[in-house]
């Protein structure tokens, strides 16, 4: 899915969209300029890391490529790198959600897509209530959310926090993206495992029960990020077999993440 395509399955191109704010349109609007900002504020104090935004900071982000400032906050040129390959902006994006939760403690996204090692949130002390025969249960709080500037978990709010992977370039017949695409495969059907293990046991915080009740609603325009299963345009793949020593090395530079 190109970026246009998800701004259309967030409804972000519908006229009027952002023409209220006083409404939740207006509202995701600001939210989205706040997130980027709060994205800016990780990047300054990670420099060498390589940082991947959700389709909202994104947004704000080839807006704000338009005013050419970013130089002027960060003192360095940020390069907006379209075209990385999967299981490296995966990983990348693994990273900047436990880099986000550690310095804002709130999740970096909530569409449901699961990320490796997340650093859970507090959201204060879970209740033990005893049930029949003395045996103490446990009640999942509500959740805490002490940053609504920078996230709403209200109904279809969630999705805006989705990777933003549009350009991502699929490298097959690689062995080595062979073994990071298992891996992920792996991570993800443990995490969510372990997501619904929680909750069926009680001891599951608010932001985990949330994640999977937004896995456990049908959405046509969501789909798992960094999957298999996704359609890619056939210019998105690199097929490494085909490709000359040359061709090869030129590529993979390419897909290695430039530093901040």
Partial sequence: ??????????????????????DESGLALKRAIAQYHAFLDVMAVNRDSFL????????????????????????TIVDHDDAVEQEVLAEAFD????????????????CGCPVASPS????????KLFGRKGKVKEVIPEIQNHRPDLLSHNGGDVYETHPSEHSKVK????????????????????????????????????????????????????????????????????DLKDLRIGQCAMLLTKAVPNRV
């Fill in 1 to 22: 899915m190109n970026f246009v395509d998800s701004m259309v399955s967030l409804g972000w191109t519908d006229h009027g969209r952002f023409e209220s704010e006083s």
């Fill in 52 to 75: 991947v935004p959700t389709l909202s900071i994104d947004l704000a982000w080839h807006t704000h490529q338009l005013l050419e400032q970013t130089l002027s906050l960060l003192g």
């Fill in 95 to 110: 990273q900047t959600a436990r880099l986000w939760s550690t310095r804002f403690s709130i999740p970096y996204t909530i």
């Fill in 120 to 127: 859970k949130p507090t959201v204060g002390p879970v209740a």
């Fill in 171 to 238: 490298v097959i017949n690689s062995s080595s993206a062979l073994k990071m695409a298992s891996a992920r495969e792996k991570m993800t059907h443990k995490r969510l495992q372990e997501d619904q293990e929680a909750v069926s046991s009680g001891t599951a915080d608010g932001w985990q029960a949330l994640l999977v009740q937004v896995r456990s609603v049908p959405n046509d325009n969501h789909q798992p990020a960094f999957s298999e299963s996704e359609v890619t345009s056939p210019c998105g793949h690199l």
